[in-house]
């Protein structure tokens, strides 16, 4: 995988492999240890959080060194397969911890655990306990299973699970932005995706609690909420009733008792004005004028969509089973730019799929160009077992074919990404600071409504978590810098 670096949290490259470490409880220690590392996507951080929430009320501490911990988690991802590696390795090292530490428990959490579990546990012997994605809740039965002795597994997938009650300790947090998941799973069945295999079927959480999760982060003085699903359009919630599964209307106009995405951002944005509401991935096949009317209706829902395309030939897309074609695509994109003043686009896209011809990977190429997008995150295709595209197509694209239009697209996004950033030379942009800037504690950084990253010196007047304009003088092809106007 070559991914061009952008600064985007949902993806977050720099996070991978992040130890999440946090206060204990109040009065509840157990005197015993966890370190948590986290892989993947920003819905498996949130994942960790929920883990860490689980097991701080159990009476354990966490800890960034894994060498003084009890139990150690690995949060994992296998959506390619260098994923899967870096994690083996990992595990690995641990292993020899302990070796030196007899009674440490290593487990596995998370997308891997269902395909590696009798790898992992039997043959490989590297792990004592692995839970899936939706069985986190019995994290405190398989700790006291393995404690006596017995390797622990639980990986079932549930229809209902969403962890709606559990609030989320904050990880590492900066005390201003927080990622809240909306839904779990996906129905979808993209054909190179291991996701709904690993995270289960769709479904939605309750938006009464959601929205009182975010008002609790707007009082302890977050100012920014990214809400999480694998297809956050097809949220949807009926009053009175579990939660369900995607709608099949793609226009969705739900009764009274049922809350759809467009009406949760709502929902969300009427939390308070000074609450900058985010949100990821939108699917190309089910984002509805409703949403874009609802996005452009409320300041503070932020003007960025991140819309993979993953192809621009529809052929391609067809096999992929995107279930939109080329022509759906630029008809979602075309009504972004009618109906939202202003708005950023990002994008995923996989280089190299089966069959692909050198003519249809230039309708990627020229997909780019008719967009110009903001920011992107570009693959390699990696052909996953158990997925669609592995059963029926072979993966015969020579990996250098993939390399070389790898590197044509990332060279192409580089481009764009400047241009959009250039673009913005000589307006003021409303940013949240966030914090110090990587590079220098003389200079702040934080956020356009955009989601472009912008530097700006340190003042007197202002600190993180307020917002402030900044007049844009100059940028790279990932940052905009500027001054307090
Ligand atoms: N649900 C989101 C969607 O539909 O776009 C994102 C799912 S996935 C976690 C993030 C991205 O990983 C995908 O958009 C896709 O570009 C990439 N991806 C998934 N499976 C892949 C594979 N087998 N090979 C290469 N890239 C893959
Ligand atoms: Fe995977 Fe497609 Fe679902 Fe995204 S929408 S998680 S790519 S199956």
Redesign the pocket.
Known sequence: ?MDLVIPDKI?DESRQGEALVLEPAAGKNNGRKLYIESY??AMNFSDSEIVASILLEQGFETTADYSVADVIFINTCS??ENAEQRVRNRLKEFTVAKVKKPGLVVGVLGCMAERLKSKFLEEEKLVDVVVGPDAYRDLPNLIDQVDSGQKAVNVLLSREETYADISPVRLNSNGINAFVSIMRG?D?M?S????PFTRGRERSRDPQSIVAECTDLFNKGYREVTLLG??VDSYKWKAGSESEGPSSESETNPGDNTTNFANLLELVALVNPELRVRFS?S?PKDITDEVLHTINKYENICNYIHL?V?SGNSRILEMMNRTYDRDWYINRIDAIRRIITDCAIST???TGFCTETDEEHNDTVTMMDYVKYDFA?M??????PG?LAAKRYADDIPEEIKQNRLQQIVAKQQEYSFYRMQARIGKVEKVLIEGYSKKSDKDYCGRSDQNAMVIFPVGENYKPGQYVNVLIERSTSATLIGKVV
Request: hydrophobic share 25%; with cysteine.
């Open positions: 995988m993806h993947g996507c959506i390619r996906c979808n993209c190179f995706c291991v996701v694998q297809n991935t699917h993979p993953q995923d896209v996989i995150y693959f390699k295709y990696s052909e996953r997925t």
